[in-house]
């Protein structure tokens, strides 16, 4: 049952445990870690409760933050901050951090915003920092699964702009930032989180 007083994504329940499983290894070593498209808030509650001994810091478009807040005042963490208004095509409103996290982000954004996301990291990622990004890829131009054909489909029925994208595309614009890919992980729902480390 969704919560009353916060935004409520079923598919955040459902992946929240396989995502942290990965964090916990992925993030073993950092102190903090920036959170880029929270939605409804659900992760940073989850992976800050999960990963005390760093600080997660939530980030999003204006109209989500006070969803992350409602979820961010229940949860009562010292290690979850208030969340950080963020436009990847804006000015990012932190200059530096260790580590970077999001989920199910670039096949909603533009392609555009991908290389703008891509272009902020560059500059905030610290030497040797992690980035893991979570969501559904294709191979090779090819679609993983009957399901993520579909699912591509209806992104792009929704906004044109949006959908699966290739791997490939993301490697290069990760090459691009300074960073290499350190681990492609099996999720389920044939979903993927690719872990990037900053740094040859």
């Excluded at 070593?29 to 760093?54: D, K, M, R, W, Y």
């Excluded at 997660?56 to 005042?73: C, H, K, N, T």
């Excluded at 290389?115 to 559904?136: H, I, N, S, W």
């Excluded at 290069?172 to 992980?185: K, V």
Aim: net charge negative.
């Amino acid at each position: 049952m969704a919560p009353l007083n916060k935004p409520f994504s079923q598919a955040c329940e459902n992946n929240k445990q396989p995502i942290l499983t990965v964090l916990r290894e992925a993030f073993a070593e950092v102190s903090s870690v920036l959170e880029i498209g929270s939605g409804t808030g659900q992760h940073a509650a989850h992976f800050a409760a999960n990963l005390p001994h760093l600080v997660w810091q939530p980030s999003d478009q204006r109209e989500y933050l006070d969803g992350i807040s409602a979820w961010r005042e229940d949860a009562g963490l010292g290690n979850l901050k208030r969340p950080l208004e963020l436009d990847v095509y804006q000015p990012w409103p932190i200059t530096s951090t260790p580590a970077v996290f999001s989920a199910n982000t670039v096949h909603i954004m533009h392609w555009s915003g991908v290389e703008a996301l891509f272009t902020g990291m560059r500059k905030v990622l610290e030497q040797d920092g992690v980035f893991c990004l979570y969501g559904p890829f294709n191979y090779e131009g090819r679609y993983t699964s009957d399901s993520n054909a579909r699912f591509d489909q209806w992104l792009k029925a929704r906004d044109p702009g949006s959908g699966i994208r290739d791997i490939e595309a993301i490697l290069s614009l990760a090459d691009g930032a300074g960073m290499r890919l350190r681990e492609d992980h099996t999720m389920p729902a044939n979903n993927r989180l690719l872990e990037f480390v900053k740094g040859r």
